[in-house]
């Protein structure tokens, strides 16, 4: 099927064309259609089937551009989706005429006031700071023909479902409702009965959502042993561009800190960030200055950075669509990707829920020894000798140089440089997670918003003053003889 088999306008198929887009993804061939129709639809797929486009498209060809009134209004549950869907509307809409504007917390609300005044066709929002202009006036929903509720699973799981109903409730009744999820918990089935009239269901199948091209693998160790084994296939691997997922923002914040006292260019992204700074890190992530990305999931919405080659799940996910959500990341356009699961013997059943859903057997992979991991070490450093060298003014140091030549064999000074630039050096502490509670892949022991488990102590570590979930609290930061240590205040 062709864009030009869905009833779209010739402009419209100019600007799919000129964005690089061939021929739509299964979501957009069977969304398109049906909206345009003025159907509602509920639409299950996830980040990366081009789901944007299929709501973007309709909306674009079924607004007045010289209506000043907002005619469409698209919920988001972050500021990165957010961002990335008004993106997508300004590119494909450009031609059009049609204007966007996008408002989430944590940014200038006096600088989107003046935006909203000039009178923008299309609003895409977070629910919290929608709700704050709704309230101030300074956003009016009377005349919205088209809504979309994008990522429902996971403004339910962020606990915006109360605001999202009271948003809905200031628009029309008669309209065209768009809910696009990536799973149906029957909250998100009861939104749809409550706000949508005859929805047309689209579901994006399971065989669909992953790629021959992503390498699938799946490493069986102790919770305490994650982060050495992951830097020692870091070492072997040698990825380019990688996203690493944890649990909790906990988890993120300790694992980046980690690989960055062990020379990883990485950052850590998720939800207590201010603004600016996950401005930074991503810009930062797309221009490759760093080549890790530590992330949660609901920070890791929204993100999408083309080259990805490697996704590590540090903590195997509770349910098995967000798997299929993480390993989405890579193996786009056509390129290799490779994915690597770390999961604990407790959490076995978890993986082979995620295999049921994939319809892929994950393949075990064999950790890296200390020696090989040291060998990839050792490459990397023969490279960083290099440049040191090269931009090193050494007539200022060869007094001392020559002192040290007389007084130790080169060999040995190599050596000690080399030792001293090898990441193995650093030792780094991770908090212990409890294990998700063993239920047969599904349901879990790991509970984001109350911070409790059911599932028992772990049984990796024994010191139970590092156990426990995290609420995103600051850490203190241990140093002490060449060994990096990460806490929780206490």
Known sequence: MNFQDLGLSDSLLAAVAKNGYEEPTAIQAQTIPLTLQGEDVIGQAQTGTGKTAAFALPILQGIDVDDPNVQALIISPTRELAIQTQNELQKLGRSEGARAQVVYGGSDIRRQIYDLKKHPQVIVGTPGRLLDHIQRRTLKLDHVKFLVLDEADEMLNMGFLEDIEKIIKETPTERQTMLFSATMPAPIRRVGLKFMTDPKQVKVKAKELTTDLVDQYYVKVRDNEKFDTMTRLFDVEQPDVTIIFCRTKRRV??????????????????????????????????????????????????????????????????????????????????????????????????????????????????????????????????????????????????????????????????????????????????????????????????????????????????????????????????????????????
Not at 258 to 277: K, S
Not at 304 to 319: M, R
Not at 350 to 364: A, D
């Open 253 to 490: 914040d300790e694992v980046a800190k980690g690989m960055v006292a062990r020379g990883y260019q990485a950052a850590g992204l998720h939800g207590d960030l201010t603004q600016n700074r996950r401005t930074q890190i991503m810009n930062d992530f797309k221009r490759e200055r760093i080549n890790y990305l530590v992330a949660t999931d609901v920070a890791a919405r929204g993100i999408d950075v083309s080259g990805v080659t490697h996704v590590y799940n540090f903590d195997i996910p509770q349910d098995p669509e967000s798997y299929v959500h993480r390993i989405g990341r890579t193996g786009r356009a056509g390129r290799h990707g490779v994915s690597v699961t770390f999961v604990t013997p407790m959490e076995m059943n978890y993986l082979r829920g995620i295999e049921k859903l994939t319809k892929v057997r994950m393949l075990p992979l064999k950790p890296p020894t200390s020696d090989e991991a040291l060998a990839g070490q050792l490459k990397d450093a023969q490279t960083d000798v290099a440049k040191l060298v090269q931009r090193t003014e050494t007539s200022r140091f060869s007094e001392v140089a020559q002192e040290l030549l007389t007084k130790y064999d080169s060999l040995d000074l190599v050596a000690a440089l080399l030792n001293e630039m090898s990441r193995d050096q650093v030792k780094v502490h991770i908090t212990p997670e409890r294990p998700l509670k063993n239920r047969g892949g599904r349901g879990g022991g790991y509970r984001g918003k109350s911070g409790r488990s059911h599932s028992g102590g772990y049984r990796g570590n024994r010191d139970r003053q590092h156990g426990g979930h995290s609420r995103g609290h600051d850490r203190d930061q241990h140093t002490r003889n060449n060994k990096f240590v990460i806490k929780n205040k206490h």
